[in-house]
């Protein structure tokens, strides 16, 4: 029987109109996690203008979100980037380096957009992960 679980971990900001991650089990464990943005666990926008330090702000929330769902960044075999300052992917790239596992990285893909959800938001990214 196939298991599905909507879950709004602590750690990062309590969703309006969606949930963090959905975790399918049948029999493997798969979490589609919501784009992520650089607001706190409080909800409060981090880092205005600063594109890396966004990108350090969603990958430090898919980390609590991953780590709330017993898995790792080793789990994601997918990555959706969206960025509104796509000629800068080499910041996001940099910080990605420093929590995706080099060696077997997921497949990715990166999509410039001309705006996100809030115009503080620089970037957004979703994952899949399967366990």
Known sequence: MTN??????????????????VSVEDPLRILYISGQVSINDKGEPVARGDLEAQTRQV????????????ATFK?????????????????????????????????STFIGVTALADPVYLVEIEAVAIL
């Open 59 to 70: 990958y430090s929330n898919l980390l609590a979100i991953l780590k709330s769902q017993g």
């Open 4 to 21: 599905v679980s909507f879950v709004n971990p602590s750690g990062v900001a309590f969703p309006k109109g969606y949930t963090q991650v």
């Open 75 to 107: 789990d994601i075999v997918k990555l959706n980037t969206y960025c509104t300052e796509p000629e800068k992917i080499a910041v996001v790239r940099r910080v990605r380096d420093e929590f995706v596992v080099k060696e077997s990285p997921p497949a």
